[in-house]
């Protein structure tokens, strides 16, 4: 069985799904204590057991508004509070849903022989006047998902769904909890020729057993990345950084590896720089698949106040009553200590 979770990047890579189980629970559990607040208004007492990270992160995290979609002549406005919520979803090697408890450890489904993939859904609404079903997943940020409502596993929840409520078709949706804002994508329709080659990949994803971990373009989508012993190559001396994960470091080899690391992102932006060199004289570069291209491409300027058209027009000769301070943030750099007297 594969973490539907997982499916984006174990198309390419067959060893990734191994990674971040701990995190893939850690995600699930941050989920639930974040829509228990947002039904109740309350951070429930589970909520202790995050990390103060997590907890930091998901405090900040804003309310699911309503889910509104007007495309194609269709027009949905899909209150959060009428959601199914955190939805156990699973498939079968033959793509038919396959019903599971809600309380089924990662070890138990893994010992269910004719499931395939499985997942934990955020949200999903059932729109039976038009045949279909939205589900929706809430991410820390839309640019933590690099394919968006595109993504692998948003395909495989849309699916599993659709054969839930027997529906045939779904549409795709992200909530970003930071920026509290819905992303959609297209209608799928689960009975076509066209969609035949999603539940392929879906297929080839979750029979990707290879042995070995596979480097390339998805890597930038693998949010397990950090924990990945292929991706945290070192470079130079081996095993220069092996200290810092095993928990051995020492003062010595922290100060070591904030001298290496300056150097390694400057190594990193020359040989960027060199890259975009190489794709200015001769094209993009093709990601494995030919899929994607790196390239460069014209963004609008960002926008900005005209401060001194402001105090014009207000007739003011300052702004700084308007002004307001953000809350302090660490800023971790080399300081000259006084000399004791």
């Avoid at 995600?27 to 109740?40: G, K």
């Avoid at 103060?52 to 002549?73: A, S, V």
């Avoid at 019903?99 to 949200?123: F, N, R, V």
Wanted: charged residues 30%; hydrophobic residues 35%; contains cysteine.
């Amino acid at each position: 069985m594969r973490r539907m979770s997982s499916l984006p990047v174990l198309e390419y890579c067959g060893r990734s799904d191994t990674l971040g189980v701990g995190v893939d629970t850690s995600n699930a559990f941050r989920s639930t204590c974040f829509h228990s607040y947002c039904e109740n208004g309350v951070w429930p007492e589970a909520t202790k057991k995050l990390s103060e990270q997590d907890l930091t992160e998901i405090r900040r995290w804003k309310k699911p508004t309503p889910f509104i979609y007007k495309k194609n002549g269709m027009f949905l406005e899909l209150e959060y509070s009428a959601a199914d919520k955190e939805q156990i979803l699973g498939l079968t090697s033959d793509f038919t849903f396959l019903s599971l408890d809600s309380k089924l450890t990662q070890e138990q489904l893994q010992a269910i022989p004719e499931l395939m993939t499985a997942g934990h859904l955020d949200m999903a609404w059932e729109v039976p006047q038009f045949d279909l079903v939205v589900i929706s997943d809430i991410k820390s940020s839309i640019f933590a998902v690099k394919d968006k409502c595109e993504s692998l596993q948003l395909h495989a929840y849309g699916l599993a769904y659709a054969l839930m409520k027997g529906r045939s078709k779904y549409i795709t949706g992200i909530w970003d909890a930071s920026e509290g804002k819905h992303y959609y994508g297209n209608v799928t329709e689960v009975n076509t020729f066209d969609f035949e080659a999603i539940k392929e990949r879906i297929r080839t994803a979750c029979n990707n057993n290879s042995d070995n971990y596979t480097k390339g373009t998805h890597c930038g989508s693998c949010w397990k990345r950090d924990s990945c012993p292929a991706h945290l190559v070192d470079l130079g001396n081996e095993n220069r950084f092996s200290k810092l994960f095993n928990g051995e470091a020492t003062e010595a080899d922290i100060r070591q590896a904030l001298v290496d690391v300056k150097g390694l992102g400057e190594l990193a932006n020359k040989v960027t720089e060199f890259c975009r060199d190489w794709a200015n004289r001769h094209g993009p570069v093709r990601s494995e698949d030919g899929r994607k291209q790196w390239s460069a491409a014209l963004r609008s300027g960002r926008k900005s106040l005209d401060t001194d058209r402001i105090m014009l027009d207000l007739g003011v000769e300052s702004l700084d009553k308007y002004m307001k301070e953000g809350d302090e943030y660490k800023v971790f750099d080399w300081r000259l200590l006084k000399e004791n007297k």
